[in-house]
C-alpha cells in the first residue's frame, strides 16, 4: 500500500526524494516556496537566455547524476569537454591545473611548487577520509605545502570563502573538494568536465515530468510554516494557514530553517540545529560580447578583489555569449552581505577590465545579481557528529540538506544520490 508523503523544498534533492518515491508507488507531495523547481539549480531569464542563477558543472565520477540521466533518456543530451584553469596572480594570467602549469607558475618557489603538488597528487589518491575528520583544514594544508604556497596559493581561497570561519574548517572536508577537481582530469595534463544540453533545467524538468507522470504532486510558491507533530508522530504541515495529513514528512530545506518549520522537536536536537553555521553568497553572473579568458575556472589571489576566483562558463558550455559567474562568498551576518546589487556588479566590472584590458563598458550586455543566504554550510572538524539523525526521533520524520554528505562538497550529483536513499529509507 504506497503511502502519501509530504517532501520540503524542490532543490536537487527534494526532487530526487519525490522521483524514488513516486517511483516506488508512493504519492509523494513536494512543497517549495520559490516559484520553480531546482533551488541553487533553478535557473531564470537572463535577458532573453535561460540559464542557472548559480553556476553547476559535472565529473566523470558524478555517478549517481549519469544513472538518472540514464533512467530518464537524457544521457545523450551529456556532453564533455576539455578545459582549462588558470590563476590570477601578480597581474598576470597564468595557465593552471597541470604539473607543467605548476612547473611554470611565476612567484612561488620549486620547493613550494614541488610540496604544493605532491599535497594535491596524494589528495587525489586518498579514499579513505576518517583519519582527516577531526583534523582542522588550514594546519593540514601548511604543514604539506609549506608557508609560501600557502600565502600564494591558498589563504586568499580560506578568507574570500570562510573569512571568520577560515580557521576552523575539516580537513576532510576540503580533501574532497581537491579529490573531485583531481579526478575529473582523464589524464595529468587534461581536464574533463561535463554539461548537460540546455543546463541543469533540462534534468529539472524531466525529474518533475516523472515525479507527476508517477502520480506525484509539486507545488509551487507553497511554504510550509509548520510540520505538525503530537505523541511523538507526524500527522502533516501546515501551508497557507491549512493543515493537511500525511504519514510521513521528508524535509531537504537548509537546516537553519528547521527549528522555525519543526518546532515540536525536542529541544536538544533544535539546539543542534541551531548551532549549525553557514555563509551566504552573492553570485554574479555576467553576460560579454567577447570572452574574459579561454579558462573555465581562473583562482584570483590580488589584494584588489575580494573573489577567491571566477567561472567562465561558456568556455565550457558553448552560448552565443561569454557567460562568467563570480561568487562573492560571505558571512550573512557580514555587513557586506546588506550592500545594494550595483556595489557587486561594479566590483565584477572593475576586476574584469583588470583581466582583460581590452574589455570596454560597450563590452558588458549585462550583469545579474543572485543572493542565496544558507549557501554553504560550514564544516567544522567531527562535523558529521554535531548533526542530528537524518531519522529523527519523531515517528515518520526524515530531515536532511547537502550538509548530510560531508565530507563532499554540494553538488546535484551527491543530493540525488542522498535524495534516492532517504527515500528508501523512509518507506523501508
Not at 493537511?244 to 537553519?256: G, R
Amino acid at each position: 500500500m504506497g503511502q502519501r508523503i509530504a517532501v520540503l523544498g524542490a532543490g536537487p534533492m527534494g526532487l530526487a526524494v519525490a522521483y524514488q518515491l513516486a517511483r516506488d508507488g508512493h504519492t509523494p507531495v513536494i512543497f517549495e516556496a520559490d516559484d520553480r523547481v531546482g533551488g541553487m539549480t533553478a535557473a531564470f531569464d537572463f535577458s532573453g537566455l535561460t540559464i542557472e542563477r548559480y553556476y553547476h558543472f559535472h565529473c566523470i565520477s558524478d555517478h549517481a547524476f549519469l544513472t538518472m540521466l540514464d533512467e530518464l533518456n537524457l544521457a545523450d543530451q551529456m556532453r564533455w569537454v576539455e578545459t582549462k584553469m588558470g590563476y590570477w596572480y601578480q597581474n598576470r594570467l597564468q595557465p593552471w591545473g597541470n604539473p607543467i602549469a605548476l612547473l611554470k607558475f611565476k612567484g612561488l618557489s620549486l620547493v613550494a611548487k614541488v610540496r604544493y603538488g605532491l599535497h594535491a597528487f596524494l589528495c587525489t589518491k586518498r579514499n579513505d577520509w576518517k583519519p582527516l575528520d577531526d583534523v582542522e583544514a588550514t594546519g593540514w594544508i601548511r604543514r604539506w605545502v609549506g608557508e609560501e604556497a600557502w600565502e600564494v596559493l591558498w589563504r586568499r581561497l580560506f578568507d574570500y570563502k570562510f573569512y571568520g570561519y577560515a580557521s576552523n574548517l575539516s580537513a576532510a572536508w576540503i580533501w574532497s573538494r581537491i579529490r573531485r577537481i583531481g579526478r575529473s582530469r582523464y589524464s595529468l595534463f587534461r581536464e574533463k568536465l561535463g554539461y548537460l544540453e540546455g543546463g541543469s533545467e533540462t534534468l529539472l524538468q524531466a525529474i518533475k515530468r516523472d515525479i507527476e507522470a508517477h502520480g506525484g504532486e509539486i507545488r509551487l510558491k507553497s511554504s510550509v510554516t509548520k510540520v505538525r507533530i503530537e505523541g511523538g508522530k507526524v500527522q502533516g504541515v501546515e501551508v497557507n494557514g491549512e493543515v493537511e495529513q500525511f504519514d510521513k514528512v521528508i524535509s531537504t530545506i537548509p537546516l537553519p530553517y528547521v527549528p522555525k518549520v519543526i518546532p515540536d522537536l525536542p529541544e536538544d536536537i533544535l539546539q543542534r540545529f541551531k548551532a549549525l553555521q553557514n555563509v551566504a553568497v552573492v553570485c554574479v553572473i555576467a553576460k560579454l560580447r567577447k570572452p574574459l579568458t579561454e579558462n573555465f575556472w581562473l583562482n584570483t589571489n590580488d589584494p584588489d578583489m575580494d573573489i577567491p576566483g571566477l567561472v567562465e562558463y561558456s568556455n565550457l558550455r558553448p552560448l552565443d555569449q561569454h557567460i562568467v559567474y563570480v561568487p562573492f562568498y560571505v558571512p550573512g551576518e557580514h555587513p557586506k552581505f546588506a550592500e545594494p546589487d550595483e556595489v557587486f556588479l561594479d566590483k565584477v566590472r572593475r576586476y574584469f577590465k583588470k583581466i582583460n584590458p581590452s574589455l570596454t563598458d560597450d563590452d558588458f550586455i549585462d550583469l545579474r545579481a543572485s543572493r542565496y543566504r544558507y549557501a554553504q554550510p560550514i564544516c567544522d572538524p567531527s562535523y558529521l557528529d554535531r548533526l542530528p539523525p537524518v531519522s529523527l526521533p519523531v515517528d515518520g520524520l526524515w530531515v536532511a540538506d547537502t550538509s548530510y554528505y560531508y565530507p563532499e562538497d554540494r553538488g546535484i550529483s551527491e543530493s540525488i544520490d542522498f535524495g534516492r536513499k532517504m527515500a528508501r529509507d523512509a518507506v523501508k
